[in-house]
């Protein structure tokens, strides 16, 4: 069965959302900050030793608004563009240590509660490369969890991954 978008814009707002105890908005990608304006967007993930020391590589970057600016009239003003956050949804591809990678359906999607209800088991993932592309940031993740870290849009401070509720 194939993905069917119904266009309904949920996904595109309600986009901050309070995780292990930091606030957190839309990833984006370091090449799709130019999608949004400068105020738009703050830092997401980290690496380094410490935030703002030399070594620190800022790998993700996150949008700082509740509902998404290119949202009109429930429809993506730079469909062909959006970021890759946006073409996987509602699809996620995450780390497991067991199976390697597993496959998450976001369920607040009705397309996506559509889909696996009516499902035989065999998903049309629609777009695999963008997905690897958030799951390489996840794999990040696990490397070092003393050198991640993760900006907090609420307190606007850089909190370590490993001393996260
Ligand atoms: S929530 Fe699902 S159905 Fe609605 S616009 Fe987003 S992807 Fe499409
Ligand atoms: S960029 Fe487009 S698809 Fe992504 S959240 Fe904004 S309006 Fe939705």
Redesign the pocket.
Known sequence: MSFN???????CRELLQKDMGIQRGLTLLPNEIKLFSEEQVKPYLGYGKRPYDKDFKIHAYQLTQPSCPNLKENKCTIYDTRPATCRQ??FSLDPDPEEGILLGVDMN????VELVNNSSGVLDFPDRESAMRIYDLKKLVTVNARRVWFYDLESDKWMRYDKLD
């Open positions: 978008c119904r266009q309904c814009g949920l996904c949804f509602p999607c009705p397309a996506a």
